[in-house]
């Protein structure tokens, strides 16, 4: 099969797409065949050499955490769910033409392989942050860098719950927060007073990691009331960072409610070969993306 992966620390030019051996699903796992892989910054992150204790790496390694796909195998002591059955989920090297996953969900009807692929990792980490700051329905959150696939679906999943968001994002993406349910306003200078014009705020996250955390904490007036998943410095201004996932199992299947309610949608931005991982993870690093990343497989 073919499978992209890197033997180096580096830039996107040490991803290679190479023959390797299939994966086989063990106990408690399935397999897929791929047919997208959700594009995330950890990725790039795991790549560049970044430490991240929840994902040690050895090298050779292999690239992706989120897939879509059809499953191909069943391993031993898993039920309800069998080969053929569209599924998407979390597992390893999912940048692959197979690959295993260690939790899954049925896909919702209507839901493509590419939109499906962007959901399990973003979902996850949105429902853990917002659970981490501690907002409650009748407050406001203020979500850094909303317009992004974890964005997203932070302000969906927040507005579900009644929890009013004020989200910041470049210009051209105001009308997609505004779309998503939350008040935008623009990032840059004067940005911590257009905020303030905006109203109280309980709560925030840091989904951008554009060094904005001292300024998150003065709207916030308290550090325990803010949630890094992108500075690895937050811990020095007293905030958490967020690094080490919880339950994808319980995540995926609030997903499938979200969606089949209505009231969760993530777009595509990009859909990109295989073959192009590289480039992915180049505009992926950039940033300003509205909604997901994707490799068609």
Do not use: C
Request: glycine share 14%.
């Amino acid at each position: 099969m073919r499978k992209v992966s890197f033997a180096e620390f580096g830039g996107p030019e040490v991803l290679e797409l190479l023959d390797a051996e299939e994966p086989h699903a063990g106990p408690g796992q399935i397999r897929v065949a791929v047919r997208a892989a959700g594009v995330n910054p950890v990725d790039w992150r795991l790549r560049e050499g970044q430490v991240l204790g929840a994902h040690p790496i050895e090298l050779p390694a292999g690239v992706g955490l989120d897939a879509a796909g059809v499953v191909d195998e069943v391993g031993e002591g898993v039920d309800g769910v069998e080969p053929g059955d569209p599924v998407f989920g979390e597992g390893v090297d999912t940048y692959a033409e197979f690959a295993v996953l260690s939790a899954w969900a049925r896909m919702p009807e209507g839901l493509t392989f590419e939109e499906a692929a962007g959901y399990p990792s973003v979902v996850e980490t949105a429902l853990r942050v917002i659970r981490e700051v501690g907002v409650r329905p009748g407050q406001t959150l203020l979500v850094s860098g909303a317009s992004g696939g974890v964005g997203s679906a932070v302000l969906q999943s927040a507005r579900d719950r009644g929890i009013a968001v004020i989200g910041t994002a470049g210009a051209a993406n105001q009308d997609y927060l505004r779309e998503l349910g939350a008040v935008p306003t623009t990032y840059g200078e004067g940005w911590v007073e257009r905020v303030r014009g905006l109203g109280r705020v309980d709560a925030a996250l840091d989904l951008a990691g554009s060094g904005v955390i001292g300024e998150l904490v003065e709207l916030t007036g308290d550090p325990r009331r803010v949630v890094s998943i992108a500075d690895l410095g937050a811990p020095e201004f007293g905030v958490r960072f967020s690094g080490t996932a919880g339950s994808v199992p319980d995540a995926l299947a609030e997903a499938v409610d979200l969606i089949t309610r209505g009231r969760l949608h993530i777009p595509v931005e990009k859909a990109y070969p295989l073959a192009d991982a590289a480039a992915a993870h180049v505009d992926s690093r950039a940033g300003h993306t509205r909604g997901r990343r994707v490799l068609v497989v």
